[in-house]
């Protein structure tokens, strides 16, 4: 068919041999749908030009039905296993199966498990062959879906799929379907368009790089174009200048001090921008934007929605951090003589996430979880692990990782997670393990501002804390001086901590309490080692 | 059936199904069937039947025991490598395979089976082997669950586990040594050609096992019923009725039944292994390398040493013919049998020699007429 004909060929408009006429004239007759599966044409990226087809002269609707194929995942059987031997397979390639059928069945030491489907569709392909063995979490079978997906999951910006591999709190919400993976027809620089959709960009003066495709494998149908069109730019294209990647080799091209055409704009590839961003650009340009939210935007909406149905109380403290900066300085300078320690040096948020975990041991009800779940009269879970989030800015948005076991760990063992965590959110690289399991939380959001903060718990936890911003502040001390007492005022580098507790089942006095010990123990760090385990 | 699956999910700590925001939720269903009968095909296909039909949020509670026989594990089972099935025709040993994994156990009555079926959100591994050694405690007997999820006693296993889930139900079923025939166990499940098999899948792993009547003259089948039946109670809920069944004449386990007697279920579910024998005739000495999957040949390769001077001259193409001959055969005496019997018909005799020596020791360990 013609699509299998070498691009070249295809691309410029030449003088039909008779043999081409011919196919022409009989792929015209034929009742075929039009953009059904078949591959099309790949474009060189530096011509303009689309091929006049039939296509255009017959007016066809450029699109696609889109039908999806999931790679269906071999689920967690439990018991910890990781990998199991398929027995026997009871489909095979082609196979209509629907939801509930059995789809094979899977044998580990002593057990055997009855695999079946949770789609219904058409089995496409089979990841392992008999007595292979399949590991849990992987695919073991591809099944073409039977239904389209609907169009409010297409047309949503995958804002931060390329970076996030797990939002936060609600990852159900979004692992229904796989994140769509624009990223790669990008850097490619290759187009799937048809020739209609094309011959109407060209028409707008668009270039189709920087339309999102919503079509199949990222094909950009005509809407998309249309819409392009009406509402200016995809929220995909517009990148702020500050946060493009390094590795884009585009990124001199970025014009973007014209507001006045999306068009010229380069797309610097896949990395996300916010919504919010992109709204911004859009008020730069005169316009009202509607974004939907990203898929951690999603997360926040849902978890912060469900936090705020729980009642804070709310304690603020100042701690002075004149001891510890010392006590800082001095390790630090010792890692650097050191020269193969984990970490070179150590930031403040060690300090305080260990400081946390020392005093989550004499008040474990700040790590406990409240078990509400309707049906049984509510209670608290008391958790032995010390899983310290730290919330974390990352370019795809608010993250919080955390810190497993700190009970168990050293101020450079949690430096060093620290770092890799960081490494990993500057990447985009955290995963679901990472954010999972949290026990409680800390936020060092004085980093980039602020001085008292009212902090949202997370619903999971009872207790978080925010640190504002270290400022030098005059305070007043007492010393003795010649046998004398003297009042002087002198500086001191004062940091206010703000936690906030559920009331429902954390009293004001144990919050109280808990934030005097932590203010104890950062003012004297000689007090944390005295009780370091 | 998604709602019954919603229903389903057990709450924390309790294994009762949720039915609705109540005060208290009522205790969960629970049955128990005892079979009458001790024919290991209907017993197997009954605890299937109770797998598949009984009440997705029900706990059932399953005593049966077999006549003499070796039940294999569902697929990781070689019955050629496993099992002596010459000596078990001999002594009237059924071989029968089940459908949860495993290793291969000898039953006979001494030893009594216990199943329990439950919801597939409420299993854990070690839960019901618990409740039977919490059975035999109340009968005076020290027993305590060991690291593989076994029932043991001083050490030594009385005990052996085996689970199979779906996507609604899973079971728990394991064996009681009570007074068993321990020496015939041990000649049926020691294979002549266990060494020249290499069998992908899982070997069984021996473990030395000993009788509860060393510990107790008075246990038997029925008091051990008893007692699991009352830790049954305990542990989940007393059962509404107790019914004893002729798994035999049972209507509805009759497909069942048929299937796990067939060939392809018993041997063809092996997964693939190679069989390597040699013989040394007075023209040359042969090393024959026969791989199956399924049961069935796959590959044959048969030759002299590689080193060795070249064998007399049509050796080669009578070995190039019998491999081609075997390619896709059953592994099973007769069909190997009938096969190379053309070969064994012409005139060479070495021909003959090769081709007896080959049906005789292939899939030698089985009987001719199963």
């Known amino acids: ?10 691309a410029v408009r030449t003088t039909a041999t008779r043999a081409q006429q011919i196919e022409r004239s009989l792929w015209r007759l034929s009742s075929r749908p039009l953009c059904s599966s078949a591959p099309l044409a790949v474009v060189p990226k530096s011509r303009g030009v689309v091929c006049q087809t039939r296509l255009e002269l017959r007016g066809f ?17 439990g018991e910890g296993i990781t990998e199991c031997e398929i027995i026997q397979w009871f489909v095979k390639p082609g196979d209509k199966v629907s939801q509930f059928d059995k789809i094979c069945e899977v044998a580990s030491d002593k057990a055997t498990v009855e695999i079946t489907s949770r789609y219904d569709g058409i089995v496409k392909k089979l990841h392992y062959n008999d007595n292979d063995i399949a590991l849990v979490g992987k695919p073991i079978v591809d099944i073409e879906l039977d239904e389209q997906p609907s169009d409010a999951e297409t047309v949503q910006p995958p804002a931060a799929t390329t970076q996030a591999t797990a939002s936060p709190q609600a990852p159900e919400a979004i692992a229904a379907q796989p994140p769509r993976d624009f990223t790669s ?31 199949k494998s990222g094909r950009i149908l005509k809407e998309d174009v249309h819409r392009f069109v009406e509402h200016g730019e995809s929220p995909l294209t517009l990148h702020p200048p500050t946060k493009v990647p390094a590795a884009s080799s585009i990124e001199g091209d970025i014009a973007s001090d014209e507001p006045r055409s999306p068009f010229i704009q380069a797309n610097t590839g896949a990395t996300a921008s916010s919504a919010s961003l992109a709204s911004a650009a859009a008020m730069v340009a005169g316009e009202d934007h509607m974004a939907s939210l990203s898929p951690i935007q999603r997360a926040m909406f849902k978890s912060m929605t469900e936090s705020l149905s729980i009642p804070h109380f709310r304690f603020k403290d100042e701690i002075e951090l004149d001891a510890l900066m010392r006590a800082r300085q001095h390790i630090n300078s010792h890692l650097l003589a050191l020269g193969d320690a984990p970490v070179t040096k150590l930031s403040f948020m060690p300090f305080f996430i260990k400081a946390a975990s020392l005093a989550l041991a004499k008040y474990p009800i700040l790590n406990a979880r409240v078990v509400a779940d309707g049906t049984s009269p509510p209670s608290l879970l008391y958790r032995a692990a010390h899983n310290i989030g730290v919330a974390m800015d990352t370019p795809g948005g608010l993250l919080v990782p955390n810190i497993k076991h700190a009970q168990t760990k050293s101020l450079i ?85 703000s936690w906030s507790a559920d009331h429902r089942v954390v009293d004001g006095a144990t919050m109280a309490r808990f934030a005097t010990l932590y203010k104890q123990l950062l003012e004297n760090p000689e007090l944390m080692l005295a009780n370091m385990r | 059936m998604l709602g019954l699956l919603l229903r389903c999910r057990a709450s924390l700590g309790r294994l009762y199904c949720q039915r609705g925001i109540h005060d208290a939720p009522p205790p969960p269903k629970a049955l128990c069937y005892v079979s009458a009968c001790t024919d290991p095909y209907a017993n197997l296909a009954f605890e299937d039947w109770i797998l598949r039909n009984s009440d997705p949020c029900s706990y059932v509670l399953y005593l049966w025991r077999n006549r003499p026989s070796i039940v294999i594990g569902r697929n990781q089972q070689n019955p050629w490598k496993e099992c002596n099935l010459a000596l078990m025709a001999e002594r009237d040993v059924v071989l029968a395979r089940r459908s949860s994994g495993g290793g291969a156990v000898y039953h006979d009555l001494g030893n009594t089976n216990y199943t329990v079926v439950m919801p597939r959100e409420a299993f854990t591994r070690n839960m019901c082997a618990e409740m039977v050694a919490r059975a035999l405690q109340a009968s005076d007997i020290p027993a305590y669950v060991n690291a593989r999820h076994d029932v043991a006693v001083d050490g030594l296993k009385i005990s052996g586990s085996a689970f199979k889930l779906t996507k609604l139900r899973a079971f728990h079923h394991g064996t009681m040594l009570i007074d068993a025939d321990l020496t015939r166990l041990h000649g049926c499940l020691k294979s002549q050609a266990h060494d020249c098999i290499d069998a992908k899948g899982v070997a069984s792993v021996p473990s030395p096992v000993v009788n509860l009547r060393d510990y107790s003259l008075s246990l038997d089948h029925s008091s051990f019923c008893d007692a699991v039946l009352r830790q049954f109670a305990n542990t989940f809920a007393p059962p509404g009725e107790v019914t004893v069944v002729d798994t035999a004449g049972d209507l509805r386990t009759i497909d069942e039944r048929r299937r796990i007697q067939t060939w392809d279920w018993l041997y063809g579910q092996t997964p693939e292994f190679t069989h390597r024998l040699h013989r040394s005739f007075s023209w040359a000495t042969v090393f024959a390398s026969v791989t199956a999957r399924h049961g069935r040949i796959t590959d044959v390769s048969i030759d002299t040493a590689e080193s060795a001077l070249q064998p007399p001259p049509g050796s080669r193409l009578l070995f190039a013919d019998a491999a081609a001959r075997l390619k896709g055969v059953r592994y099973h005496p007769s069909d190997i049998n009938e096969c190379l019997l053309p070969v064994i018909d012409s005139d060479s005799p070495r021909a003959s020699e090769l081709c007896d020596w080959l049906t005789s020791n292939l899939s030698f360990n089985t009987v001719s007429s199963a």
């Open chain 1, 185 to 215: 027809d990008r850097t490619n620089d290759v187009i799937y368009a048809t020739p209609a959709v094309r011959r109407i960009a060209r028409e707008h003066s668009i270039d189709l790089r920087f339309v999102e495709g919503t079509g």
């Open chain 1, 413 to 497: 063992d949690i430096a060093a997670d620290l770092q890799h965590l960081v490494q990993k959110g500057k990447a985009g690289a955290i995963s679901g393990a990472d954010l999972k399991g949290g026990t409680f939380t800390l936020s060092n959001v004085g980093m980039i501002g602020g001085t008292y903060l009212s902090p949202v718990l997370v619903s999971s936890e009872v207790c978080i804390g925010a640190f504002g911003k270290v400022q030098r502040l005059p305070r007043f001390e007492t010393t003795i001086v010649d046998g004398v007492a003297v009042e002087r005022v002198v500086p001191k580098h004062i940091l206010v901590a």
């Open chain 1, 61 to 77: 609707h450029a699109t696609t039905t889109t039908s999806k194929i999931v790679a269906y995942k071999l689920a967690d059987i």
């Open chain 1, 1 to 10: 068919m013609l699509a299998l004909r070498a691009p070249v060929q295809r």
